[in-house]
Each structure stands twice: as structure tokens, then as C-alpha cells.
């Protein structure tokens, strides 16, 4: 998944990821938003706040899905005039060549209301390390902030009406390049706030940073092929 790492999951398989991430880049990243955790858990805010806390960004609200997304640049105004954007991000939210910037831009139905819901991803520019994850709700003019995730590296999307949110989690002697799990959030909306639905968590063997291989090794969650005996039809 993009903004996350390219550990493989637990089925073996591996994930398809659309960035890899760096040592430097992971480091980078955490180390820019420790400032913002609490016990290690970073900020992470469900619902909206109240009406002062309305982000009074430039971009207005779509009146239907039909309409024109709006731009990249004014997407980045509006969580930099956010209240309840971090200084920490906002600080770091430089364009990485001319006037382009490291920002994921989702359009969806998510919050019920007639106009298309934004979610933004805002990431380093480097590998695309997810740091911050924010949906924004048309309200009066403007856009309100109902979600917010700034717990690196992080990333969220839009999956068939529901917020899905992938972070990953190290612990302590973690290698930067292999987190110990990682968590995958769905959210609802419901009584004007996101409310979890579930909440999915993949632990990973702490064997892998042993071996000499580049690619971290999958954990066998079934036999072998060979020793599974096909299935007697009636």
C-alpha cells in the first residue's frame, strides 16, 4: 500500500505496495512527528470538533459528485489553514519539485451528505511515507475536519462507502524497515462522527531481520502444498 512499508502479510503472499520505504525515509518520518504522540500512540481524532474548529481553507465545497475535484494546491491550503492540523505538519508541508506536493487526494461518498467527501494523505516526499491521514466534510462555504490520523506511517482510503485506515506499529528494537504488526481500521459514519466497524491487526515473525536475503521471509500459515490431500467429491 502506498505510504507504508513493503513487509509482506501474513498469508504469505506478499502485499502490492506502490511505494517502497527506506531506513532514512521511516526514520525521517517518525522522528518529525514524536512531538505529537502521547504514550506513542500519536493523534488520531475521530469526529468533528466544534463550529470554531471548522478548517476555513480556500476550496469550497462540491455541490454533487459530478462536479470538478478541487486542485492539488487548494487541497493543501485547506489543511494548512486547519486548526487541527499539527504545527508539525504543516511546517513540513513543502512542495518537493516546483509547485507539486506530497499530498494523496481520494474523493468519495463517506459522511452521507450530498457532497463528495475529501480524504488527504499527506506523506514525505521522498518515499511517500505516510505521516498524516485527514477527511474533510462540506459545511457552510467551506470544509469541516472529521478525521484525523498523524501516528506515521500511516494511510487512509475509501473502500465502498467505508474510511479504511492501515498503520503500522513498531516495538521497541524494532528495524525501522520491519514493524512488528500492523493494524487495518474500518470506520463508519454514524451520529455525525466516524465510529470503528472493525479493526484488523497482522503480527509479523521477528525472525525475518535474521536472514541474509533483502526481501523479509513470509510466515507459513498453512502445510506445504504437497502434504494437502484433495477433497473426496460425493
Do not use: H
Not at 517502497?20 to 512531538?35: C, E, N, P, R, S
Not at 498503520?167 to 512488528?180: A, C, I, M, R, T
Not at 481500521?185 to 541474509?212: H, P
Amino acid at each position: 500500500m502506498r505510504g507504508l512499508s513493503s513487509r509482506p502479510g501474513p498469508d504469505g503472499t506478499g502485499q502490492a505496495l506502490k511505494a517502497v520505504i527506506t531506513a532514512v525515509a521511516v526514520v525521517t518520518a517518525l522522528g518529525l512527528f514524536a512531538a505529537c504522540a502521547t504514550g506513542g500512540t500519536g493523534a488520531r481524532d475521530e469526529g468533528p470538533a466544534g463550529n470554531d474548529s471548522r478548517a476555513k481553507g480556500t476550496a469550497s465545497p462540491a455541490a454533487s459528485p459530478t462536479e470538478s475535484r478541487e486542485p492539488t494546491a487548494q487541497v493543501v491550503e485547506l489543511v494548512k489553514a486547519d486548526p487541527r492540523v499539527s504545527k508539525a505538519v504543516k511546517r513540513d508541508l513543502q512542495p518537493c519539485v516546483a509547485d507539486e506536493y506530497p499530498v494523496d487526494v481520494s474523493y468519495g461518498k463517506l459522511t452521507g451528505g450530498s457532497a463528495t467527501d475529501i480524504v488527504v494523505n499527506v506523506m514525505t516526499c521522498r518515499d511517500a511515507v505516510g505521516v498524516a491521514s485527514y477527511v474533510y466534510r462540506a459545511k457552510r462555504g467551506g470544509y469541516e475536519n472529521v478525521f484525523r490520523a498523524e501516528e506515521p506511517p500511516v494511510y487512509a482510503e475509501i473502500d465502498r462507502g467505508a474510511l479504511v485506515v492501515t498503520q503500522q506499529l513498531y516495538s521497541k528494537g524494532d528495524p525501522v524497515e520491519f514493524p512488528s504488526s500492523e493494524e487495518v481500521i474500518t470506520y463508519r459514519w454514524a451520529m455525525n462522527r466516524f465510529a470503528e466497524e472493525s479493526r484488523t491487526r497482522n503480527d509479523y515473525s521477528s525472525a525475518v531481520g535474521e536472514t541474509d536475503t533483502s526481501e523479509p521471509v513470509p510466515v507459513p500459515t498453512v502445510a506445504p502444498a504437497e502434504t494437502l490431500k484433495p477433497t473426496e467429491s460425493s
